[in-house]
């Protein structure tokens, strides 16, 4: 078990908007530091970007999100490079006349490295390239569905027992 | 160390590039308002179904016809029926409300008011002229003296049994005088309801 916190920036591929700002991620996994892993983790990513919302309101809504990866690391003796593959899903508050919260569904990638502090901790850096297909947008005569590409670099630490 | 180094270059260079803009005005249009375009209809009581057009309009103030993703009610389906962008009277006269909806979250009404049909008219018919079809002009009288309205609906046609109506359009029905007789009835019903009845033997001899 562990927790990230990173930063991520996100560019929408139909539309031009961004989107940058924190995210923290609480995990769970069960595996082997050395060989496969299975982590099913927590993500609260912060909002300072108004993209769907068309009210006056500052921003759309914070994104809550859960994941399930997939994980190989290498034994390297003092590192363990990993790749991680998986999927989530989440939501967020939007302000619209016709929708007020929006899901979304996402497949990311993962590389990184764990470093061993002692047999219980180890510091995990990573690099995650997230595409994210949200909600389609309800504006009556059309739904129209929005993707975004989300480069996230984090730092975490874990506990294994 | 080498490949930690790596690694944590790398990091910082995502790091760096990640702090990036922020969009703070939403690029999507939100939906303001729907709206019937007329306002205060009229229809006929035996007019074909009247088309009508709903206009959404988005927060940036651009326009759309939605006319087809909007609910269409009638307040009165005695009076008129509503379905997808059109409208059908139901009555010989009457006043009800058109009404326009999305999930309940933008509407729009407009009153509606069917006109009521008084009398008909009718071209001469030649009762002598038996077996040779022949052709009477219709057309309605409405009230407010609205006179020369075709007859496209709601109006069924029939004949007594001295003669055969081989056609009907909106202004015109061929009927064929099947015996020497001395008066033909041409009868037209209203909604089922209301019979207007025309005696040619007394308007042509």
Redesign the interface.
Known sequence: MGVNY????E?FSD???????DIVTLKIGYGDIKAYAVEFSFDYMQN???????TDV??DGDKIGFNINLLKSFD?N??Y?FIKIGFGAGSLTIE???QDTLSYGSFQGSV??Y?PLSESFDIE???ELRHTSYES?N???ANTSYSSLI?????GINYRY | ?Q??KK??F???C??L????????????????S?SIDDTNISIYATQAAKTLTAT?T??DGTT???SA??LWASSASGVFNASTASIVATSNGGDANLSID??S??NDFTAVHVKKLLTINYSDLNISDVGTPQTIYVSGNYENNETNITMENNILWSVDSNATITDINATQITLTVDYNVTSIELRATLFNATIYAEDFNKTFN
């Open positions: 990173g930063v991520f920036s560019n539309i031009d908007a961004k989107s940058s700002s300072n970007s108004k993209i769907f919302s068309s500052s921003s390297l003092y590192l490079p619209r006349a016709l990184g490295t470093i850096l990573g690099y947008i504006t009556v005569v480069n996230i670099a984090y730092f | 160390m490949y930690l690694i944590t790398i990091c910082l995502t790091l590039i990640s702090c990036g803009d922020n969009t703070t005005v939403s690029p999507l249009k939100d939906v303001s729907i959404l988005y927060n759309v016809n939605a993703d909007l999305y999930k979250t933008f």
